[in-house]
């Protein structure tokens, strides 16, 4: 069989729950395929059966409805033994035979390993993307991007993804920078899911001056602080202690009160959870806040078990989803295995006035 992998990105160690996704997602496209993965490598392949299949499979995806996988290209070649004084001519061969392409993504794993070719894919990344643009292989209208995932520096996947159905950063990963005035590395966790699950139009909505939230398990106040930072008055519940300097911005009020069992009067903008509970838990409680009309929009987290994590998810966010829709709900939801989470997936779920898009 000489059928190409399509290759996905993932946190080392979440290799199966990768898999299983991309498993499920075929089985639900009536497609037959296997995954073939190495423990902590950083990224899954998964192999269709002909032609066809491997064609319906790429023109499904969409990294926006995975949760484990943070990037995807269809892979075309595999070079391996590349020479190190011209690695650009064989990979501009594969290049020619594949398609014009929007950009070049020069690439690494997420792995102890790939992250040691950091500074070489930096370094190769401007060359290679001169060299494609003077033999005409880049152009700004090309419904696609190329990949050049290198797994040592002499062996390189070269393959590609169509733009707007896979990330558009190295990696799939958003970098941020880390505030130096945030109570916790936490809330880098609310930034990267604020920008990655809200779109542009949500954001601009919700995240503005005078408007309300709630962060529940909220101390010392990681999440408050990213909610502040875009002008909202917020309710932290935790029985712990805030920080000093987020209370005196006197945009936060801290009430020491149970998180699972309190809600407010008035209904807020937005709701935020980051507590360290069973995932069905945190489940059925984000249900009850969505159902109830307390909240429009919630940003949450769902602390995973060591095995089955997918299984896992899955159930959570169905219970969420079997809950709105019995009460007549509308609603829209994405999740992501962020960059700056770890045993944890990011959940996002706004509910939708009747024939809203999303």
């Not at 075929?26 to 299949?53: H, I, K, M, Q, W």
């Not at 064989?90 to 950091?118: T, Y």
């Not at 602390?303 to 169905?318: A, H, Y």
Request: with cysteine.
């Amino acid at each position: 069989m000489n059928q190409t992998p399509f290759v996905f990105y993932c946190r080392p160690g979440f290799e199966s729950d990768c898999a299983a996704e991309v498993q499920s997602f075929a089985n639900a496209c009536d497609l037959a395929g296997y995954a073939n993965t190495a423990p902590n490598s950083g990224y899954v392949r998964f192999f269709l059966f002909d032609e066809a299949s491997e064609q319906v499979f790429f023109e499904e995806l969409d990294i926006h409805e995975l949760i484990f996988a943070r990037q995807w290209f269809w892979a075309k070649a595999e070079l391996v033994e590349l020479p190190l004084d011209d690695r650009i001519t064989p990979i501009l061969e594969v290049c020619s035979e594949v398609a014009m392409a929007k950009q070049v993504l020069v690439e690494h794993l997420d792995s102890d390993e790939g992250r040691e070719l950091s500074k070489f894919c930096k370094k190769f990344s401007t060359p290679v993307t001169i060299t494609l643009e003077k033999q005409g292989l880049i152009h700004e209208d090309s419904e696609f991007q190329l990949h050049l995932l290198f797994l040592a520096t002499d062996h390189c996947l070269v393959g590609f993804s169509p733009v707007g159905r896979a990330s558009e950063l190295k990696g799939g990963i958003l970098r941020l920078k880390f505030p130096k005035d945030a109570p916790s590395r936490s809330t880098l966790k609310l930034e990267e899911a604020i920008q990655t699950l809200m779109s542009g139009k949500q954001r601009k909505a919700v995240l503005r001056l005078g408007h309300t939230a709630v962060d529940l398990g909220a101390a010392p106040g990681g999440w408050t602080y990213q909610l502040v930072q875009h002008g909202l008055q917020v309710t932290a519940i935790d029985n712990g202690s805030m920080d000093k300097k987020l209370m005196q911005t006197e945009h936060v009020i801290h009430l020491k009160e149970n998180a699972l069992a309190w809600m407010p009067e008035k209904p807020v903008n937005m709701l935020v959870c980051d507590m360290v509970e069973k995932p069905s838990l945190v489940a059925k409680l984000m249900a009850k806040w969505l159902v109830a009309g307390k909240t429009e929009h919630a940003i949450f987290n769902l602390k995973l078990p060591m095995k089955k994590r997918f299984q896992e998810v899955n159930d959570c966010i169905g219970m969420i989803c079997d809950e709105l829709e019995e009460a007549d709900i509308d609603y829209f939801w994405q999740a992501k295995h962020l960059y700056h989470d770890r045993e944890e997936i990011t959940v996002y779920f706004r509910r939708k006035i009747k024939n809203q898009s999303h």
